[in-house]
Nanobody, 123 residues
Framework: VQLQASGGGLVQAGGSLRLSCAASRRTSSNNGMGWFRRAPGKEREFVTAISWDGGSTGYADSVKGRFTISRNKAKSAMYLQMNNLKPEDTAVYYC?????????????????WGQGTLVTVSS
């Protein structure tokens, strides 16, 4: 499975961005998926996850209420709507496919990763 993340860019604080993740084939359709991010000088961290059917989602406390994850199984795609962005959201965002169908919150639960897309939020 190859994953392609896109949609990153430069935005002012309070603005919005929508990230997309396209999978090369439908292997991801029966697996959970998620977004992680790596801020400058920090380790990669969990942002949000979605179950195989989109019925369950989970968020890091830092983004809860501002970010929304969704997926389109027919298109083997996943999305991250980011609203009310803050400078501390600045990071490279990675999409990933989990080994299992449910929600996955740790990196070791994922076995396929995209190349990342850079989000920069200016103050």
């Amino acid at each position: 499975v190859q994953l392609q993340a896109s949609g990153g860019g430069l935005v002012q604080a309070g603005g919005s961005l929508r990230l997309s993740c396209a999978a090369s084939r439908r292997t991801s359709s029966n697996n959970g998926m998620g977004w992680f991010r790596r801020a400058p000088g920090k380790e990669r961290e969990f942002v949000t996850a979605i179950s195989w059917d989109g019925g369950s989602t989970g968020y890091a406390d830092s983004v809860k209420g501002r970010f929304t994850i969704s997926r389109n199984k027919a298109k083997s795609a996943m999305y991250l709507q980011m609203n009310n962005l803050k400078p501390e959201d600045t990071a490279v965002y990675y999409c990933a496919v989990a080994r299992a169908a449910g929600l996955a919150f740790t990196q070791r639960e994922y076995n396929y990763w995209g190349q990342g897309t850079l989000v920069t939020v200016s103050s």
